[in-house]
Nanobody, 125 residues
Framework: DVQLVESGGGSVQAGESLTLSCNASEYTERYYMGWFRQAPGKEREGVAA???????TYAYSVKGRLTISKDNPKNTLYLQMNSLKPLDRGIYYC?????????????????????WGQGTQVTVS
């Protein structure tokens, strides 16, 4: 099973930027990968995802501000976050799955993914 480890979280002011990384134990090119976030008292929500060919999709609330990408030789997934807002705060998780024909409809559902990292905290004030 693929192991995922996130890093790069922190505490920033509104309008600032952060880049999250997710290092995978094996070939990222084999997986559909996504970023999710969970704010206190709320359900985990899909933020962005990328398929095996590099096609990306985003939640409406983050379009134009967040960018998902991956570096397959480094087995690393990234989330570049610009113009951060207080509503962006939460624990950010990366996830991986072979979604196959369920892409793109299933990308935003946490239940679609078997493999998860431990999460990294993002605070925006």
């Amino acid at each position: 099973d693929v192991q995922l480890v996130e890093s790069g979280g922190g505490s920033v002011q509104a309008g600032e930027s952060l880049t999250l990384s997710c290092n995978a134990s094996e070939y990222t090119e084999r997986y559909y990968m996504g970023w999710f976030r969970q704010a206190p008292g709320k359900e985990r929500e899909g933020v962005a995802a990328i398929d095996t060919d590099g096609m990306t999709t985003y939640a409406y609330s983050v379009k134009g501000r967040l960018t998902i990408s991956k570096d397959n030789p480094k087995n690393t997934l990234y989330l570049q976050m610009n113009s951060l807002k207080p509503l962006d705060r939460g624990i950010y998780y990366c996830a991986a799955e072979d979604l196959g024909s369920r892409w793109p409809e299933a990308w935003k559902y946490a239940s679609s993914y078997r493999y998860w990292g431990q999460g990294t905290q993002v605070t925006v004030s």
